[in-house]
C-alpha cells in the first residue's frame, strides 16, 4: 500500500515568517559576506510588509499578532552589519 507523509511547513515560527514577509517586501536584507540581516531603511518596503501580515497573517495568529511580530522584528535589525568593517 503506498502511504504518503504530510508536508511539514517551511517557516515553522512567527519570527521566521516575519523575517520572510519582510525580505520578501525588500525592507531588509542579507550581508552578502557574513549573513547578518540588515534594515534597509525603505519606508515604502515597511508598508508593504505590514500590509502583508495584514492581509495574508499566518495560521495562528490574529492580523494585530502578525503585525506586531513583523514590527518586533524591524525594531530588532539594524541597518549595519556587526562584522562588517
Same mark, same amino acid.
Given at each position: 500500500?503506498?502511504?504518503?507523509?504530510? &508536508?511539514?511547513? $517551511? @517557516?515553522?515560527?512567527?519570527r521566521g515568517w516575519?523575517?520572510?514577509? %519582510?525580505q520578501e517586501a525588500? =525592507?531588509?536584507? !542579507?550581508?552578502?559576506?557574513?549573513?547578518?540581516?540588515?534594515?534597509?531603511?525603505?519606508?515604502?518596503? &515597511?508598508?508593504? $510588509? @505590514?500590509?502583508?501580515?495584514?492581509?495574508?497573517?499566518?495560521?495562528? %495568529?490574529?492580523?494585530?499578532? =502578525?503585525?506586531? !511580530?513583523?514590527?518586533?522584528?524591524?525594531?530588532?535589525?539594524?541597518?549595519?552589519?556587526?562584522e562588517c568593517q
Amino acid at each position: 500500500m503506498l502511504m504518503t507523509r504530510q &508536508r511539514r511547513p $517551511a @517557516i515553522r515560527t512567527p519570527r521566521g515568517w516575519a523575517i520572510h514577509v %519582510l525580505q520578501e517586501a525588500g =525592507a531588509i536584507r !542579507e550581508c552578502e559576506e557574513h549573513g547578518w540581516m540588515q534594515d534597509r531603511a525603505d519606508p515604502h518596503a &515597511r508598508e508593504r $510588509a @505590514i500590509e502583508i501580515a495584514r492581509k495574508d497573517p499566518p495560521v495562528g %495568529l490574529s492580523t494585530d499578532e =502578525a503585525v506586531a !511580530e513583523v514590527q518586533e522584528v524591524l525594531d530588532s535589525i539594524g541597518d549595519t552589519c556587526p562584522e562588517c568593517q
